[in-house]
């Protein structure tokens, strides 16, 4: 069992930077893939990054890429997600997930879900 929290979220002006953080409990964090997922009001979630078990996988969208960042401590149990050029078309509620399982960007296979944090870019 994982149980994921996601902090970091505010709000910032276009072209500024955040980074969330995703603390998970539960020892078997270190096997997991973890994802990255927002969702803005009246959208679908949309998938954002995941990372492997051992950070040397990453994978982005291309909306984010070459902004994002995402990476993991294991020895801390945390995953963050650095955003930085941030635009008002990345506001929504971010997403920490998790899977036991090699996975992408498919929600269905991820697990484990935080509460999501707020993330709202000004113009």
């Known amino acids: 069992q994982v149980q994921l929290v996601e902090s970091g979220g505010g709000l910032v002006q276009a072209g500024g930077s955040l980074r969330l953080s995703c603390a998970a409990t539960?020892?078997?964090?270190?096997?997991?893939?973890v994802g990255w997922f927002r969702q803005a009001p009246g959208k679908e979630r949309e998938f954002v990054s995941a990372i492997n078990w051992n950070g040397g996988t990453t994978y982005y969208a291309d909306s984010v890429k070459g902004r994002f960042t995402i990476s993991r401590d294991n020895a801390r149990n945390t995953a963050y997600l650095q955003m930085n050029s941030l635009k008002p078309e990345d506001t929504a509620v971010y997403y920490c997930?998790?899977?036991?399982?090699?996975?992408?960007?498919?929600?269905?296979?991820?697990?484990?879900w935080g509460q999501g944090t707020q993330v709202t870019v000004s113009s």
């Open positions: 539960g020892r078997s964090f270190i096997t997991h893939t």
């Open positions: 997930a998790a899977s036991p399982r090699y996975s992408r960007d498919y929600a269905g296979q991820y697990d484990y």
